[in-house]
């Protein structure tokens, strides 16, 4: 079991910043890929970014490609997302996964557990 816990939502102005949390815990050394997903208001949920555990493999979606960026630190085993440039669109709830390795998984592809989510809320 892994636990997943996230921080550092809330509510911006567009263009504002924000910087996310995830902070994991358990069997964290079963980790291979953090992600960061979201779920906007009546839509389905999206890939956001990931980062593979070395750190060597990083993917966004092109929605935020430029805007944002995922770094993590494993001696605390905790990702970040960095959110810049944030507009209303990027409103929804982020939510952290983790992902053990699996033979043909894409870097999209979430794995079993999730944090429990954290409203992000740009205003215009």
């Known amino acids: 079991q892994v636990q997943l816990v996230e921080s550092g939502g809330g509510l911006v102005q567009a263009g504002g910043s924000l910087r996310l949390s995830c902070a994991a815990s358990?069997?964290?050394?079963?980790?291979?890929?953090l992600g960061w997903y979201r779920r906007a208001p009546e839509k389905e949920r999206e890939f956001v970014a990931s980062i593979r555990r070395a750190g060597d493999t990083i993917n966004y979606a092109s929605s935020v490609k430029g805007r944002f960026t995922i770094s993590r630190d494993n001696a605390k085993n905790t990702v970040y997302l960095q959110m810049n440039s944030l507009k209303p669109e990027d409103t929804a709830i982020y939510y952290c996964n983790s992902a053990t390795y699996r033979l043909g998984d894409s870097p999209a592809t979430p794995g079993d557990y999730w944090g429990q989510g954290i409203q992000v809320t740009v205003s215009s």
């Open positions: 358990g069997r964290a050394f079963d980790i291979y890929r």
